[in-house]
């Protein structure tokens, strides 16, 4: 079968590489053309667009690119019906994808969507357009079953794909003394930071976190860079500092670290994956901040909270993002801090609840036979 997959962005890029793994197995006839990225790209198929060509995040950033967007728009259709795939599969990215579901179901062509938009946490409207437009809908967080079936909505969940990602990533580890001397970093215990995969949450959060550097000698912090993001983009904020910076390797830099500070998104999944305590935050245009906090109905930014429904994790959102706040949680999590173990304890609880291995797989396999019924 011919299947058409969108990403936006590097989360998608993963999600959508070990999906398409799934697919060649459940369908050994299978071909891809795909908006994402290099992990998609080495699965084979033809990739029309990166997505470091199409992310955009925040409201004023979105207006901004107005024009390169609806370009963008224009030329998935018109690729879409050159194409004419037996699906559209379409990951998260709903500002772009919701309006590719309505033109394909217009155009007769079955439409997938993987990892569902937040429509929870805020424009929960979208919810209408998913059961109008969207045939079968593929979620990956337990919470989310109840919440649609809510809306009317059979979404099919069988587990977190990210389980699998992070204990393949980790099968091979380096030790810590190997990770070290391999990256020129000091031989110190680690306090990773991800400061996010975008240039305006880098901007914002990177600068708010060097001097807190002064504070913790003993210990070395290490910047774990994005894939989308130029290293040029992290040093210039680095510059004059004792900061290391290590590229492509988030997983491995995570594994050994005692601690990490965590930009809000799958990260902060990733990091409790791996058993990680962490200390999360969030900044950028204080307008799309704005805009956001009046729009935002969930409790919590990190996934670590919504789904445990409980804050496992600190929160330091924007305006609280100070460095005093991040001395005290810092402190509070790292060895003998008061509230590390009370964390790992919950992550333990986190990976029961995400579900066996081999999520993509099985959610590959419902798709095959979901197409297989609707060419009935």
């Known amino acids: 079968m011919k299947y058409y997959i969108i990403s936006g962005e590097a989360s998608g890029d993963l999600h959508g590489s070990r999906l398409m793994q799934g697919l060649k197995e459940a369908d050994t006839a299978a071909e891809f053309r795909f908006w994402g990225g290099d992990l998609m790209a080495a699965e084979g198929g033809i990739m029309v667009r990166h997505y470091k060509e199409t992310a955009v995040m925040g409201f004023w950033e979105v207006l901004m690119k107005l024009r390169k967007i609806t370009r963008n728009i224009k030329e998935c259709k018109q690729d879409l019906l050159a194409y004419r795939p037996d699906v559209v599969i379409l990951i998260d990215y709903p500002g772009f994808n919701f309006r590719i579901a309505k033109f394909a179901k217009r155009h ?222 810092l402190s509070a999590i790292l060895p003998e801090g008061p509230q590390r173990q009370t964390i790992l304890d919950s992550y333990a609880a986190l990976r029961t609840l995400l579900g066996k291995p081999a999520a993509a797989a099985r959610i590959a396999l419902k798709m095959k036979e979901e197409l297989m019924i609707f060419k009935k």
């Not at 020129?184 to 240039?199: C, D, E």
């Open 108 to 329: 007769g062509i079955k439409v997938f969507y993987y990892i569902a938009p937040k429509v929870w946490a805020w424009k929960e409207k979208r919810v209408h357009r998913l059961r109008k437009y969207v045939d079968k809908l593929f979620i990956i967080f337990p919470f989310e079953v109840d919440y649609f079936k809510k809306w009317g909505i059979e979404a099919f969940y069988s587990g977190n794909p990210l389980t699998d990602v992070v204990n393949e990533r980790l099968a091979n580890k380096p030790d810590f003394n190997e990770f070290v001397l391999s990256n020129q970093l000091h031989n110190k215990p680690v306090i990773a930071i991800l400061a996010g995969s975008r240039t305006m949450e880098i901007k914002y959060i990177l600068p708010r976190i060097l001097p807190l550097v002064q504070y913790y000698p003993d210990y070395q912090f290490v910047v774990a860079g994005a894939p989308a993001i130029a290293p040029q983009q992290y040093e210039k904020h680095l510059k004059g500092s004792d900061i290391g910076l290590v590229m492509g390797k988030t997983h491995e830099l995570l594994a050994v670290s005692d601690a990490a500070i965590v930009a809000s998104g799958t990260a902060t999944l990733e990091a409790a994956l791996i058993g990680v305590p962490q200390v999360v935050c969030y900044g950028g245009n204080e307008l799309s901040y704005q805009i956001a906090k009046r729009l935002i109905k969930v409790k919590y930014a990190s996934l670590v909270n919504l789904i445990m429904n409980a804050p496992v994790v600190t929160e330091l959102l924007q305006h609280d993002l100070t460095l005093s706040n991040l001395q005290r949680e």
